[in-house]
């Protein structure tokens, strides 16, 4: 790996970046079915949920894989019991996300949900700072269940929210199309923020452990992990502090990113999911911001129903 000053780091960066703005600017100006139509993603509410589900996939690789070193490195678990101590996550994330779906799909609320996610979210990463050497077991269960649920929560709230959002005008097949692509840009936003993760994680955790124990164990976290209970006492609680506090440096970091995210969802304006189709001979609703009854108002389109995005501008 090469210093973040280097050329050779920082001309891939910059041609990335250029590429991706050519690519933008072909797709709008240019191409006549353009792969990702720009006005999926230049919505703001679309947009703000987007950036979201980047910053959630980011937290969620940020614990996947940088909390397995806490446990082996700190608490001297091995491999297998690492990934048993992932339950709290993974057993609140999975019910969290059901739950919510059904309380979407009876209120037709999103944004509330979105709030939520990302506040339980917040205090999950901020108890994330109390982890050190002498945390218990049920502690670390407790302190870990939070982050799971916030994060179960959003994978149902912002996946429905982006599509929910993306502007589309047309015929019935071509709002579809915009629609189905708006949700396949969900899991790419996702594996993105999960793989920035991992490295801003490995940089931030690198430097950190420079720090403390010097430059010869800068890129050897992972494997130094499970070795850590085989050194002598005295030279155990220097390392496993090292890990603590490197590894705070991680929570920090997802902690600040998910206020972020969650503060500008109190941007984004606030629909309902789902509208009765209208019956034969009636008009159809189409449904704006909730509040009000002036934010019903008639459609001819009876085909397809969708609430309308133009305030989320």
């Known amino acids: 790996m090469f210093a973040w000053g280097s050329w050779k780091t920082i001309l891939p960066l910059v041609l990335g970046i250029v590429g991706l703005i050519a690519f933008g600017l072909y797709s709008e100006l240019l191409s006549k079915n353009p792969i990702i139509p720009l006005r999926i993603i230049t919505n703001r509410t679309a947009a703000i949920n ?11 690789f940020g614990i996947t894989f940088y909390l397995p070193l806490y446990y082996q490195g700190v608490k001297g678990y091995s491999p297998l019991i690492a990934g048993v101590a992932a339950l709290p996550q993974c057993a609140t994330a999975g019910p969290s996300t059901a739950i919510t779906a059904a309380l979407i799909s009876k209120t037709h609320r999103l944004k509330i949900f979105s709030l939520i996610g990302w506040a339980i979210l917040v205090l999950g990463l901020g108890l994330f700072q109390d982890l050190n050497i ?11 269940v939070p982050s799971g649920v916030g994060i179960g929560i959003l994978f149902s709230s912002v996946a429905l929210a982006t599509q929910n959002a993306a502007e589309s005008t047309g015929t019935a ?7 189905t692509m708006a949700a396949c840009l969900n899991p790419f936003f996702r594996a993105i923020g999960q793989a920035v993760a991992i490295a801003v ?17 800068g890129n050897q976290l992972a494997g130094l992990a499970p070795l850590v209970k085989y050194l002598l006492p005295d030279q155990q609680a220097i390392v496993k502090q090292a890990f603590v506090d490197s590894l705070r440096v991680v929570w920090w970091v997802l902690f600040a990113l998910a206020i972020s995210a969650g503060l500008l969802v109190s941007l984004t304006a606030d629909h309902r999911i789902l509208v009765k189709p209208a019956q034969d001979g009636e008009k159809a609703i189409k449904v704006t911001d909730i509040g009000t009854p002036s934010s019903f108002e ?10 309308d995005s133009q305030s989320a501008k």
């Open 298 to 307: 008639p459609v001819t389109d009876t085909e397809h129903v969708r609430p």
């Open 50 to 60: 987007y950036f979201g589900m980047f910053i959630h996939g980011f937290v969620q």
């Open 134 to 144: 002498n945390t218990s077991v049920a502690a670390w269960i407790f302190l870990n």
């Open 173 to 179: 097949e071509e709002v579809s199309q915009v629609k």
């Open 201 to 217: 994680g490995q940089a931030a955790v690198d430097n950190q452990v420079k720090h403390r124990l010097g430059a010869a164990y």
